[in-house]
């Protein structure tokens, strides 16, 4: 099993105050920050796009996860890579030539994941696999912050884990939605390394005491 690494999700932060938000979690313990990109199409909402990756990059240390929740993510790949992102993932949904847009991600500089909607099978990715570093398991339907966790997609967690053991044990699992205290022990024992929560970490005030207790929350 790899770590746990723990990527608060930028999505409930306080907008009027990126870099301040940032730093609070980077100064918490957290591993990565998670970048949610809506276009309004793929998804029903509409949140930020490359250039606010670019100024949170300037202003922290943490390596940007970005999920790209858009409709032909192929026209972004460029601006996301100059903005210094490290982790980009792409959903097996809204992409019609994953396998291009996979290699385009890697030779931009970026580190390719691929996305899945909780009804999405595991059959759907397990092609890509051998191409992408990580994994995003969607707990919730893409869209919002707040929701609750949806655990039949633990299943495929399993399904995932065990065909890294079996063919590439390098690969990461990230769970993306409804992370909290109550949720995150058993998303760790289904197999996941990278845990994005939202709410469960802007949430609170205290951001070290949020990151410190998903951690020891995921170990129990
Ligand atoms: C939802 C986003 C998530 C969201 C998670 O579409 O992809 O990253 O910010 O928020 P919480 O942890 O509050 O469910
Ligand atoms: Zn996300």
Request: charged letters at 15%; a negative charge; proline letters at 5%.
């Amino acid at each position: 099993m790899h770590p746990i690494l723990i990527a608060p999700s930028i999505l409930s932060a306080d907008f009027a105050h990126l870099a301040d938000e940032a730093a609070s979690v980077a100064a918490g313990g957290a591993d990565l920050l998670h970048v949610d990109v809506m276009d309004g199409h793929f998804v029903p909402n509409l949140t930020i796009g490359a250039p606010v990756a670019s100024w949170l990059k300037k202003n922290t240390q943490l390596p940007l996860d970005c999920h790209l929740m858009v409709e032909n993510p192929d026209l972004l790949l460029a601006d996301f890579a100059k903005a210094g992102t490290t982790w980009l993932s792409v959903h097996v949904e809204a992409c019609k030539h994953l396998h291009r847009t996979v290699q385009n991600i890697r030779a931009l500089g970026m580190k390719p994941g691929v996305a899945l909607n909780p009804h999405t099978p595991f059959s759907a990715i397990e092609p890509i696999l051998v191409d992408v570093d990580f994994v995003l398991v969607m707990s919730v339907n893409p869209g919002f912050g707040g929701q609750s966790f949806i655990s039949h997609v633990l299943e495929k967690v399993r399904q995932i884990d065990a065909w890294r053991k079996l063919h590439k044990p390098a690969l990461f699992i990230e769970i993306d939605g409804g992370i909290h205290n109550g949720t995150i022990a058993a998303a760790r024992n289904a197999g996941v390394d990278w845990f994005v929560a939202g709410s469960a970490v802007f949430g609170q005030k205290d951001r070290a005491a949020a990151i410190a207790s998903l951690r020891a929350a995921a170990n129990d």
